[in-house]
């Protein structure tokens, strides 16, 4: 059972996911699960809101200081929605997997309802959302090596090899004399590798018998190298297009081709035709044209500099960014639920300093969980411009309060939130926040001048 987006569901689901999702932000965690659960129950599928979910979960059992005690007791006090979710976990998975969150909303970090959200979660055909929930708990339980290897696996059996490896490797400096731990590693890393460019787990040359056609799809996956590589696969695509006309997937490929080429009007032709067959109303596609101009722009730049033209290479260079802008502003009017087009804009408009544009776009782009951070980061750094630095300072300490793991991501944030002390004039406070991204990362920016400033 495929996962759905927000941009998929019908009108009254979005508005229940909208409430909880506002009302999460207020704090308000009651009411934001009993609005994504209504929303859940008219979507099963829809898992931006069970991410939300599970936030307000875990926020709510965090403010109660829930430990080992609670768990036990919330194992005592839901023994009836245990046998529950086994009576119905073969007649009725999607009935079980409800229980299941009525269970994690008493208690999301208890060991026992995990294991059956998860085990219902897959009986129901939805293993993104048992991978959700033991993502979430790993945070929790980072060398509980039971989960570590249930979710190593999980990753497997959903072709992302990569993250599975990882998972193994994590496991195998754990227990490095484990040979179940050291199979599964090799395993995944061996997955790994062949799904470099591919996307079936498995031997496809079983699966493709013809070696011809075989190596014609791995010079695909590969980055092209040759121009005769390249021609070989446009005219590979031709015929495959020219057998199924109306294969959407054939032409955009094709005009992938193209662009690796350099043959930009060919490729917007390609897209063009694409978006006719579509009806007119693939975003990707919209996306992908766009693409198109923006590099042939490059190439006119490029071609502009070569002859040393610079007032040339600035009007052209101007007009494009001008028309990035444009596009993306008149994608987001084309599509105004796709919360990622929301993103992108708000990105290109707080690099134009057009900061309370911007912030428009990203406080509605939060609503999308996988740009969730980044938006309240990039609203962050609206307010600071803005010099509102107390705004932009509960924006950032919102972000952190969500990332468990010191990636990337929350240095940039921890970053951020020092500067902002620092323009704040608590000088105290800013080197808490610098010291923590010190501690695991000396060559972060220029934190360690800023540490060794501080104890001086």
Same mark, same amino acid.
């Given at each position: 059972?495929?996962?759905?987006?927000?941009?998929?569901?019908?009108?009254?689901?979005?508005?229940?996911?909208?409430?909880?999702?506002?009302?999460?932000?207020?704090?308000?965690?009651?009411?934001?699960?009993?609005?994504?659960?209504?929303?859940?129950?008219?979507?099963?599928?829809?898992?931006?809101?069970?991410?939300?979910?599970?936030?307000?979960?875990?926020?709510?059992?965090?403010?109660?200081?829930?430990?080992?005690?609670?768990?036990?007791?919330?194992?005592?006090?839901?023994?009836?929605?245990?046998?529950?979710?086994?009576?119905?976990?073969?007649?009725?998975?999607?009935?079980? =997997? %409800?229980?299941? &969150?009525?269970?994690?909303?008493?208690?999301?970090?208890? *060991?026992?309802?995990? !294991? #059956?959200?998860? +085990? $219902?979660?897959?009986?129901?055909?939805?293993?993104?959302?048992?991978?959700?929930?033991?993502?979430?708990?790993?945070?929790?339980?980072?060398?509980?090596?039971?989960?570590?290897?249930?979710?190593?696996?999980?990753?497997?059996?959903?072709?992302?090899?990569?993250?599975?490896?990882?998972?193994?490797?994590?496991?195998?400096?754990?227990?490095?004399?484990?040979?179940?731990?050291?199979?599964?590693?090799?395993?995944?890393?061996?997955?790994?590798?062949?799904?470099?460019?591919?996307?079936?787990?498995?031997?496809?040359?079983?699966?493709?018998?013809?070696?011809?056609?075989?190596?014609?799809?791995?010079?695909?996956?590969?980055?092209?190298?040759?121009?005769?590589?390249?021609?070989?696969?446009?005219?590979?695509? =031709? %015929?495959?297009? &020219?057998?199924?006309?109306?294969?959407?997937?054939?032409? *955009?490929?094709?005009? !992938? #081709?193209?662009? +690796? $080429?350099?043959?930009?009007?060919?490729?917007?032709?390609?897209?063009?035709?694409?978006?006719?067959?579509?009806?007119?109303?693939?975003?990707?596609?919209?996306?992908?044209?766009?693409?198109?101009?923006?590099?042939?722009?490059?190439?006119?730049?490029?071609?502009?500099?070569?002859?040393?033209?610079?007032?040339?290479?600035?009007?052209?260079?101007?007009?494009?960014?001008?028309?990035?802008?444009?596009?993306?502003?008149?994608?987001?009017?084309?599509?105004?639920?796709?919360?990622?087009?929301?993103?992108?804009?708000?990105?290109?408009?707080?690099?134009?300093?057009?900061?309370?544009?911007?912030?428009?776009?990203?406080?509605?782009?939060?609503?999308?969980?996988?740009?969730?951070?980044?938006?309240?980061?990039? =609203?962050?750094?609206?307010?600071?411009?803005?010099?509102?630095?107390?705004?932009?300072?509960?924006?950032? !300490?919102?972000?952190?309060?969500?990332?468990?793991?010191?990636?990337?991501?929350?240095?940039?944030?921890?970053?951020?939130?020092?500067?902002?002390?620092?323009?704040?004039?608590?000088?105290?406070?800013?080197?808490?926040?610098?010291?923590?991204?010190?501690?695991?990362?000396?060559?972060?920016?220029?934190?360690?001048?800023?540490?060794?400033?501080?104890?001086?």
């Amino acid at each position: 059972m495929a996962e759905v987006t927000l941009e998929q569901v019908n009108r009254k689901v979005r508005d229940l996911h909208d409430k909880g999702f506002a009302a999460l932000e207020r704090g308000n965690n009651q009411y934001a699960m009993d609005m994504l659960m209504s929303a859940l129950d008219l979507e099963p599928r829809l898992l931006s809101a069970r991410r939300f979910l599970r936030v307000a979960q875990i926020k709510t059992f965090k403010a109660k200081k829930g430990g080992q005690l609670t768990h036990i007791m919330s194992s005592i006090t839901g023994i009836g929605g245990m046998i529950g979710v086994n009576m119905a976990l073969k007649k009725d998975p999607l009935k079980a =997997l %409800k229980i299941t &969150e009525n269970l994690l909303r008493s208690d999301p970090l208890n *060991r026992t309802f995990i !294991d #059956l959200h998860v +085990r $219902a979660a897959l009986a129901a055909d939805m293993p993104e959302v048992a991978l959700l929930t033991l993502e979430v708990e790993r945070e929790y339980y980072p060398k509980d090596v039971a989960l570590l290897k249930r979710l190593g696996q999980l990753y497997l059996d959903n072709n992302q090899a990569n993250k599975g490896r990882e998972v193994f490797e994590i496991l195998l400096a754990m227990k490095p004399n484990d040979q179940t731990i050291l199979k599964a590693y090799k395993d995944a890393s061996a997955l790994d590798t062949m799904s470099k460019g591919w996307t079936d787990a498995g031997s496809y040359r079983d699966i493709i018998k013809d070696t011809e056609e075989a190596t014609r799809l791995e010079q695909g996956a590969k980055a092209v190298k040759t121009d005769r590589d390249v021609e070989a696969l446009i005219q590979d695509s =031709l %015929k495959k297009i &020219e057998q199924e006309p109306d294969n959407i997937n054939y032409r *955009r490929g094709l005009a !992938d #081709l193209y662009m +690796r $080429a350099g043959q930009m009007d060919e490729a917007a032709k390609t897209l063009e035709e694409a978006q006719k067959l579509s009806g007119g109303a693939d975003p990707q596609l919209d996306r992908a044209m766009a693409q198109v101009k923006l590099k042939t722009f490059d190439q006119e730049i490029e071609q502009l500099k070569k002859a040393g033209d610079e007032e040339g290479v600035a009007a052209k260079e101007a007009e494009r960014k001008a028309f990035e802008l444009a596009d993306a502003e008149e994608r987001v009017k084309r599509y105004p639920n796709d919360l990622q087009f929301r993103y992108d804009f708000g990105v290109l408009l707080f690099e134009n300093d057009r900061l309370n544009e911007a912030i428009q776009q990203f406080q509605q782009a939060q609503r999308n969980p996988q740009r969730r951070i980044r938006s309240l980061y990039y =609203l962050a750094l609206c307010f600071k411009n803005k010099q509102q630095y107390d705004i932009a300072f509960e924006q950032l !300490d919102k972000a952190a309060s969500e990332l468990q793991i010191m990636d990337a991501t929350k240095k940039d944030i921890l970053y951020e939130l020092g500067t902002v002390c620092e323009a704040m004039d608590d000088k105290t406070k800013a080197a808490s926040y610098f010291k923590e991204i010190y501690s695991v990362d000396i060559g972060y920016r220029d934190v360690a001048e800023k540490i060794e400033k501080n104890y001086a």
